[in-house]
């Protein structure tokens, strides 16, 4: 974890530049005029006295950290995350309402070039997502891993090309994820005038330190996105915590808690069916899910020695699904192989 001595001495060089663009934000979000939705975007007006909102595009590359920050600020696991890239596929919202505030997070796939979509065979989802989320939002957090030193220097070309098509009135903030992991914390301080220099993006409303897998620094975030918030009628209903179905969320759970414990290819070339879904109306689900591999070999990595890793990955998953859902979650998953 950042010392907070530390911490506080880099986030003061810029807090002067805080005070400002915090109420420069604030002004053009209150603006009186409303972005127009695009045709393909199911928005519905949920009205309520003295309420505001704001529309959060998160955007990275690929294994950023940017479902595990999503999940943390809306305290759910409702985003599809794990250790290997690619487990976000489609866009997705995440929702965290409070009191007269609603915030929705936009989780999107990383963005990589045409090349690699090619070379994966990745649906288009990988290039239309981004784009879509960020032309509807209110802001676009960018999240860069610090952790990399091979690319913590520099912005992803395709990002760039991202903020540079954003509207001149939709403020950007930069969020630097990962800082458990930077040994020397005063080089943190390189790296944000590096990336805020005109050769990457010096158009940055604001800055953020935080590390997505221990929670560091996601309290200050929210809370600034809520400042930002503006008058206006809620997407959601207050019970709502995410646009995906049921049946979405517990496919994407299983799917990404084998990219965790699996071998590389393997959660790569499976199938997830969701072979029986139950809900109790006192509370609970039962649901089972069947994993479809290409050959027995497979099937039998899946299951481990004596079924052993296939019962800890449904510990796992019912876990996972409990802290999402915040109900009781029985699951069963079963191993098919094609041939």
Not at 79 to 103: F, G, I, M, R
Not at 148 to 157: F, G, H, P, V, Y
Not at 184 to 205: R, Y
Request: charged residues 25%.
């Amino acid at each position: 974890m950042l010392c907070t001595i530390q911490k506080r001495i880099i986030q003061k060089s810029y807090c002067l530049t805080r005070q400002f663009t915090s109420k420069i934000i604030c002004c053009q979000l209150n603006q009186p005029e409303e972005h127009i939705l695009r045709s393909d975007t199911n928005f519905t007006s949920i009205r309520r006295e003295d309420s505001t909102f704001l529309r959060i595009a998160i955007i990275g590359s690929p294994n950023a950290g940017k479902s595990t920050l999503i999940n943390n600020l809306v305290n759910r696991s409702i985003c599809p995350a794990s250790s290997k890239v690619h487990t976000t596929q489609v866009k997705c919202d995440a929702v965290y309402s409070s009191e007269n505030t609603q915030l929705v997070f936009v989780d999107t796939p990383g963005i990589i070039t045409q090349k690699e979509q090619n070379r994966y065979k990745l649906s288009s989802s990988f290039e239309k997502d981004p784009k879509i989320s960020t032309r509807i939002a209110d802001i676009v957090g960018v999240v860069h891993d610090v952790s990399n030193r091979r690319t913590r220097n520099k912005l992803n070309a395709n990002i760039l090309d991202l903020l540079k098509a954003l509207k001149s009135d939709i403020p950007t903030l930069l969020i630097m994820n990962k800082i458990d992991q930077v040994k020397h914390k005063d080089s943190l301080l390189e790296i944000i005038k590096i990336l805020t220099s005109k050769s990457n993006w010096p158009h940055f409303a604001d800055i953020f330190l935080i590390s997505a897998l221990t929670s560091d620094g996601i309290d200050s975030l929210r809370d600034y996105l809520i400042s930002c918030a503006k008058p206006k009628d809620w997407q959601y209903n207050e019970d709502t915590y995410t646009d995906q179905s049921l049946e979405t969320i517990i496919q994407q759970t299983v799917r990404a808690k084998l990219m965790n414990f699996l071998p590389q290819e393997i959660p790569y070339i499976s199938r997830f069916v969701l072979e029986y879904l139950q809900t109790y109306s006192e509370g609970g689900i039962n649901a089972s899910v069947i994993v479809e591999l290409p050959n027995k070999r497979k099937c039998s990595i899946v299951i481990g020695k004596d079924a052993k890793r296939i019962k800890f990955l449904v510990q796992e998953c019912e876990k996972e699904l409990q802290y999402a859902l915040r109900q009781p979650v029985q699951l069963k998953i079963s191993v098919k192989s094609k041939k």
